[in-house]
């Protein structure tokens, strides 16, 4: 995988938010903080899981490993970051490049993929309460949880082979915080179709494809909430699916800018300002999101405190 242009260029320059001048050290403060805190808290979220028995459950199972996922994103882009506060532009090796390109992406579609198993339990769950728990066996959940893990971090070993074997023979100069698909592009001197081609095509499966999903099986669990005849009932069904939504809500609202403004003038910064909330914020909000509005998580705090 960092084979080819290893010699070539053996390392990059991530130029990241640029020179900030007398504010590069209050921009390290907040950056760590905000690490430290989403470490915190998804890790709190799977101690949480593991050992209260009313947390027990598919739903609270699945969280568990949204909450792993955004541990690997958050240790994956931001020690680079604060870096790049701390020290301006940040070094890093071609096989580092890589690497990193290839936990992100494959990050990227585990959590859309566990998104939509998420989204598939709230709908079995509302949509289909009598038969839930026989459906949402422990055997079951274990295969939903396993394919998303599976899926993402093989799906995109293709795709990243291919930037691994492109020339770059342009400058070693990346404007990003982290090493991304498009700024890689940029440096090549080779022909991208089949890169473009193979970004698209792999798009439908692991984005496209459980954005739909989610869609259908919202607009199912609405037309099942609106049919609810007791206020309580409704806002009883609403609630057990809030969250998720939310989160949902953050982390395609995110991806869509990311990947459907091009990264050209002053689009770059728009592209920049997507990035952290998709592999920065969104791994904060999403345990504070899950705190916040479930009383289960609540009461499990509370007792643990």
Not at 94 to 103: A, H, N, R, V
Not at 116 to 136: E, G, H, K, Q, T
Not at 203 to 221: A, H, L, M
Not at 234 to 257: D, E, N, R
Request: glycine letters at 6%; a neutral charge.
């Amino acid at each position: 995988m960092c084979g080819k242009n290893y010699t070539k260029i053996s390392e990059f320059v991530l130029l990241g938010f640029g020179n900030l001048d007398n504010i590069n050290v209050v921009m390290f403060i907040i950056f760590l903080i905000i690490f430290k805190v989403t470490i915190t808290g998804n890790l709190l979220i799977i101690v949480l899981v593991s050992i209260t028995p009313a947390l027990q459950t598919p739903m609270y199972y699945f969280l568990s490993h949204l909450s792993f996922s955004d541990l690997l994103m958050s240790t994956n882009i931001l020690p680079n970051m604060l870096g790049g506060f701390l020290f301006g532009e940040q070094i890093i090796t071609y096989c580092g490049c890589i690497t990193q390109l290839y936990f992100f992406c494959g990050i990227t579609i585990t959590e859309c993929l566990l998104l939509a198993v998420m989204s598939y339990d709230r709908y079995l769950a509302i949509c289909n309460p009598l038969r839930y728990y026989s459906i949402m066996n422990m055997m079951f959940c274990v295969n939903l949880s396993v394919w998303p893990w599976l899926l993402g971090f093989t799906s995109n070993l293709i795709g990243v082979l291919t930037i691994s074997n492109l020339d770059l023979c342009a400058d070693n100069v990346i404007d990003h915080f982290y090493c991304d698909l498009s700024p890689l592009q940029k440096l090549s001197c080779s022909d991208t179709s089949l890169l473009e081609l193979e970004s698209i095509l792999y798009s439908i499966p692991t984005f496209i494809s459980p954005c739909g999903f989610i869609i259908v099986t919202y607009i199912c669990i609405f037309h099942t909430i609106f049919s609810i005849l007791s206020k309580t009932g409704k806002q009883k069904a609403f609630s057990t699916c809030s969250s998720h939504l939310l989160v949902v809500g953050t982390f395609y609202g995110a991806l869509i800018v990311k990947y459907m403004i091009p990264s050209k003038g002053h689009s770059l910064i728009i592209n920049k300002i997507a990035s952290l909330l998709h592999t920065v914020f969104t791994p904060l909000f999403n345990p504070i999101i899950y705190s916040l509005k479930n009383q289960d998580i609540r009461k499990a705090l509370q007792k643990l405190s």
